[in-house]
Nanobody
Framework: QVQLGESGGGLVQAGGSLRLSCAAS????????MGWFRQAPGKEREFVAA????????YYADSVKGRFTISRDNAKNTMYLQMNSLKPEDTAVYYC??????????????WGQGTQVTVSS
């Protein structure tokens, strides 16, 4: 069982940066693949980025590639999403998720409650 909690969201101007954190409870955090998803009003939840359990391989949606960086610190049971060059279209609630393997569909076993990111133009 893993419990997840996101933090770090907020309001930022276009071109700015934010770093999201996802803190996990449970001794098995390091055995899970982790991902970030986002959901804007009226839209489906979409894949943003994912990272394997050792952090050696990362995956990104085309829309964030080159601007966002996913990382994890298994010693701290924490995953991060560094978001640079933010655009208004990045505005959404961002969720972290954990599961046994990397998938780009929102089919992970565990989810956080979400954190709001708003990018003003």
């Amino acid at each position: 069982q893993v419990q997840l909690g996101e933090s770090g969201g907020g309001l930022v101007q276009a071109g700015g940066s934010l770093r999201l954190s996802c803190a996990a409870s449970g001794r098995t955090f390091s055995s899970y693949a982790m991902g970030w998803f986002r959901q804007a009003p009226g839209k489906e939840r979409e894949f943003v980025a994912a990272i394997t359990w050792l952090g050696r391989t990362t995956y990104y949606a085309d829309s964030v590639k080159g601007r966002f960086t996913i990382s994890r610190d298994n010693a701290k049971n924490t995953m991060y999403l560094q978001m640079n060059s933010l655009k208004p279209e990045d505005t959404a609630v961002y969720y972290c998720a954990a599961g046994p393997r990397i998938v780009t569909a929102p089919a992970y076993d565990y989810w956080g409650q979400g954190t709001q990111v708003t990018v003003s133009s």
